[in-house]
Structure formats: C-alpha cells, structure tokens
C-alpha cells in the first residue's frame, strides 16, 4: 500500500458501479504527521473564523450591546465552537458523527435569534436554544427510523440547496463584506482575487503538504497583502485581554413562548442543514454514503452542542458547510485534523489577542476562498444526484424542490404574509426544498 501522505483526492476507477470513487488524501482515522496536522487543522479554524465572530457581533450591534458585551459573545463564539467541534470528531456515547465536521455559530438561528433579543433581552434568546437543542436531540434519535426519507435523490437536493445558498454570501465576502462602505472596490476585488488564484495555484501545482494546505497558505498570502493597504484594522488587536476565562450563564436565561416556538422551529431547519453537511462530507471526501451511526449521532451532537452553547451565552452551534467545502477540496477526511483546530479554537477562545489577530482577516480574504468552498458543496450535491439513474419522477422532485424553495429564498417577499415563525423556514431555501423533495419522492408512482 502506497504512503497516504502521497495520496492525491483524485477519482478513480470503481468496479462495483462504473463510477469514479473519490480517494481521500487521509482517511477518517488516519492521523498525519503531526506538522502536517497541525497546519491543515489552522487552515480550518481560518476557513470558519470570518462567519463565527461575525453572527456574534451582529447580534451585538442589533440589540446595542456594549463594546465589552461585545467582545464577550466573540469569544465565547470561538471557545464553545471548539468544544463543540470535539464532540463531533471525538464523541461520547452516541453523541457525535466522529467525521472531521466543524461546528460553529449559526447563521440560520440569527434570524430568529435578532427579534427575539430586541424584543424580550438575550437571555430569551439562549433559554429558546436550550429547547432547539432538545428538539435537535430528538430527531437524532429518530434519524435511524427516518433515514428511508434521505435517499441519494432527497440528499443531493438537500446538499445542492445549501451550496447554492451559501454563494450569495460568499460573494458578500468577496466584495469586501455585506454593508461594507467600499463595497466592490478594486482593493477588495484584488484581494478576494489574489487569494483565488493562490489557492488554485498551489492546489494544482503543489505537492503533498502545500497542496493540501492550498487555502491556508492563500489566506496568509491574502492577509500580508491586505496589510498595506489599511484594511486591517490593528485596534481591537490592542484592545483585546491576553487571557480570560469566560463565565457560564453570564446573560442568564428566560424561556418567553415565542423564543421556544421560534428556536424550535430553526432546529428543524439547521438539522435538515446538518443532515446535508453529513451527507456531502462522505460523498465528496471518501466517495461514500453517510451511515445510520453518522448520521444520528451527528445532529445529536448538534443538538447537544447548541443547548451547551447556551449556558456559556453562545449563540446556537451548527456544522460549516464551508468547511465540509475544505474537505472535499482538499481530500484531507481525517477527523483527527479538525479535532486539532478545535483545539486551536479554545485557545482562541482563552486568549482573545490571538483571536483578535484572526478575526481583524479583512471579509475580502475570506471571500476569495469562500467562493469555492461554497461551490464544493454544489459539486457534492450533484455527485449525489448522479448516483441515481433520474427517470421522469426524480426530474420532476428536483424541479419542483429547488425551483420552489431556492425561489422563495432568492424572492423571501413572496411570503412575507406567512405568520412569521413559518416565514423563517420557508426563506431558508433549504427547508421547502427537503420538505417537497421528501414528500414528492415519498408519492412516487408504483411502476407498471
């Protein structure tokens, strides 16, 4: 058997199904030599960084929280996102998927999350993720049960959705961020460029380390660059605490019934998110499907880390996609990698300097490689999708599921008389899209 540290994640030959079979540059439980490791895991933390400290300070900003509130909810962002991370890639019991799956600050909660702080105070916000985890808990115990309702088919839309839903904001980073005064500047486009062209270059002319490793070194590249031009703004490096340990329970909580109605609901969505992520992750990074064991124990590991996130005044935790995107860009399924950079992410949650150094990474720079990391996550939806040999039916569930919800998430004013708990879903894009595509796949006609 050849060095996996010279493997490439290239196809190959499979002679079960006449497809191609992806080859992992590392599989699942193999760990790579630690400097290796060490680097593809700092990687990861970079990939996830601008979208985990930026839902934080957006709710700050929402309800006029102080500076030190602020900087508060940032670093607890980073610290329980590492703690979190570990329990997907390590595991207790039959909670986590043991997959390199990052966990981190979710974005579909934020929605909800906005209303419900300006309305009955934080603490609301927290109290109603305890109950979103629960409801998280349950369905990955049921998961084994529901599985018949993912097949390839349903799961590939599923994974299709989230990809093409994600662009939007990758685009947003890629233009110097959403409500950046200097949007679609030329110092924004060269930047966000610059570390495209780094990173495909080093993917594609690189060897071993510095293939694999492509984003992290585009980053760096991107963030030096980015140095003369003003865009990194070393204030809140010098104003952050060197070391500081954060206090359970520090905004409380309250358990309004709009916040256990409303984060209740946004479980269901992020889950149906998780269920995707699980499902690409396997499919793009070791050319397999997602087993019952995975699965279940992935959204039970997303569940009981967004009800841990709340006792720490951590906003709800969910898997990257972004992430899942370095997987299948770069072949590296190790979960022992990301397990690394979930340590890193501690760290970073303990010493705030260093996460401000992270955090000051200008959207351009993440946006260059968010693009592709976005795309990924379409190319591993219609992997899935190509699985099936699509007859009249299967055309008409991927029609009617991502024309409908893609629709409403790209036109969310077609619904803005949907009672609002109900709205929240719908503009997801991802769950009217899982809904039709399950029931519509579920009422597929007997043959003959």
Same mark, same amino acid.
């Not at 690409?280 to 397999?288: D, F």
């Not at 019952?292 to 996609?321: C, H, I, K, M, Q």
């Not at 591993?380 to 599921?401: C, F, P, Q």
């Given at each position: 058997?050849?060095?996996?540290?010279?493997?490439?994640?290239?196809?190959?030959?499979?002679? !079960?199904?006449?497809?191609?079979?992806?080859?992992?540059?590392?599989?699942? $439980? $193999?760990?790579?030599?630690?400097?290796?490791?060490? +680097?593809?895991?700092?990687?990861?933390?970079?990939?996830?960084?601008?979208?985990?400290?930026?839902?934080?300070?957006?709710?700050?900003?929402?309800?006029?929280?102080?500076?030190? $509130?602020?900087?508060?909810?940032?670093?607890?962002?980073?610290?329980?996102?590492?703690?979190?991370?570990?329990?997907?890639?390590?595991?207790?019991?039959?909670?986590?998927?043991?997959?390199?799956?990052?966990?981190?600050?979710?974005?579909?909660?934020?929605?909800? !999350?906005?209303?419900?702080?300006?309305?009955?105070?934080?603490?609301?916000? *927290?109290?109603?993720?305890?109950?979103?985890?629960?409801?998280?808990?349950?369905?990955?115990?049921?998961?084994?049960?529901?599985?018949?309702?993912?097949? @390839?088919?349903?799961?590939?839309?599923?994974?299709?959705?989230?990809?093409?839903?994600? /662009?939007?904001?990758?685009?947003?980073?890629?233009?110097?961020? %959403?409500? =950046?005064?200097? *949007?679609?500047?030329?110092? %924004?486009?060269?930047?966000?460029?610059?570390?495209? +062209?780094?990173?495909?270059?080093?993917?594609?002319?690189?060897?071993? +380390?510095?293939?694999?490793?492509?984003?992290?070194?585009?980053?760096?590249?991107?963030?030096?660059?980015?140095?003369?031009?003003?865009?990194?703004?070393?204030?809140?490096?010098?104003?952050?605490?060197? #070391?500081?340990?954060?206090?359970?329970?520090?905004?409380?909580?309250?358990?309004?019934?709009? &916040?256990?109605?409303?984060?209740?609901?946004?479980?269901?969505?992020?889950?149906?998110?998780?269920?995707?992520?699980?499902?690409?992750?396997?499919?793009?990074?070791?050319?397999?499907?997602?087993?019952?064991?995975?699965?279940?124990?992935?959204? /039970?590991?997303?569940?009981?880390?967004?009800?841990?996130?709340?006792?720490?005044?951590? /906003?709800? %935790?969910?898997?990257?996609?972004?992430?899942?995107? /370095?997987? =299948? *860009?770069?072949?590296?399924?190790?979960?022992?990698?990301?397990?690394?950079?979930?340590? *890193?992410?501690?760290?970073?949650?303990? #010493? @705030?300097?260093?996460?401000?150094?992270?955090? =000051?990474?200008? !959207? &351009? +720079?993440?946006?260059?490689?968010?693009?592709?990391?976005?795309?990924?996550?379409?190319?591993?939806?219609?992997?899935?999708?190509?699985?099936?040999?699509?007859?009249?039916?299967?055309?008409?569930?991927?029609?009617?599921?991502?024309?409908?919800?893609?629709?409403?998430?790209?036109?969310?004013?077609?619904?803005?008389?949907?009672?609002?708990?109900?709205?929240?879903?719908?503009?997801?894009?991802?769950?009217?899209?899982?809904?039709?595509?399950?029931?519509?796949?579920?009422?597929?006609?007997?043959?003959?």
């Amino acid at each position: 058997m050849p060095d996996s540290s010279h493997r490439t994640p290239e196809e190959s030959p499979s002679a !079960s199904s006449g497809c191609e079979a992806v080859t992992p540059r590392y599989e699942v $439980e $193999e760990m790579p030599p630690l400097r290796e490791a060490i +680097v593809l895991g700092v990687q990861h933390v970079l990939v996830m960084m601008a979208s985990n400290v930026t839902i934080p300070i957006i709710l700050a900003t929402a309800i006029g929280a102080t500076t030190g $509130e602020s900087a508060f909810l940032v670093q607890v962002a980073l610290l329980v996102a590492g703690l979190t991370t570990l329990m997907q890639t390590i595991g207790f019991g039959p909670v986590g998927s043991r997959l390199p799956i990052v966990q981190g600050t979710s974005f579909g909660f934020l929605v909800v !999350s906005i209303p419900l702080a300006q309305q009955y105070g934080i603490a609301a916000v *927290f109290g109603g993720a305890i109950f979103a985890g629960l409801v998280q808990v349950v369905l990955g115990f049921s998961l084994r049960w529901l599985r018949k309702l993912f097949p @390839p088919l349903v799961s590939g839309i599923v994974v299709l959705v989230i990809g093409i839903g994600l /662009l939007p904001t990758g685009m947003q980073l890629y233009g110097g961020g %959403n409500g =950046a005064e200097d *949007f679609g500047s030329w110092d %924004n486009l060269g930047l966000a460029t610059l570390v495209l +062209v780094v990173m495909l270059a080093f993917y594609r002319y690189g060897r071993g +380390v510095f293939a694999a490793s492509s984003v992290l070194i585009a980053l760096v590249v991107g963030y030096l660059a980015a140095i003369p031009t003003g865009k990194v703004d070393f204030t809140q490096i010098e104003d952050a605490a060197w #070391f500081a340990v954060p206090m359970p329970l520090e905004f409380g909580l309250e358990f309004p019934a709009a &916040a256990i109605i409303g984060m209740g609901a946004m479980a269901i969505a992020t889950s149906i998110e998780t269920i995707g992520d699980l499902s690409a992750i396997t499919k793009s990074g070791a050319g397999r499907e997602v087993t019952d064991r995975e699965l279940s124990g992935g959204v /039970l590991a997303d569940g009981v880390a967004t009800a841990f996130a709340s006792l720490f005044s951590a /906003l709800p %935790n969910t898997s990257f996609g972004q992430n899942v995107g /370095l997987v =299948a *860009f770069t072949g590296v399924m190790s979960r022992h990698v990301v397990s690394i950079g979930a340590c *890193f992410l501690i760290l970073l949650g303990l #010493f @705030p300097k260093l996460a401000a150094v992270i955090a =000051a990474m200008p !959207s &351009a +720079v993440i946006g260059g490689a968010a693009v592709v990391m976005f795309g990924m996550l379409i190319g591993a939806g219609i992997k899935l999708l190509a699985e099936t040999r699509l007859d009249r039916h299967d055309l008409l569930v991927i029609a009617a599921s991502i024309g409908v919800g893609q629709g409403i998430a790209a036109v969310p004013v077609v619904v803005e008389l949907v009672p609002e708990t109900l709205r929240v879903l719908l503009i997801s894009g991802i769950v009217p899209a899982a809904a039709l595509a399950v029931i519509l796949n579920l009422a597929r006609p007997k043959p003959g």
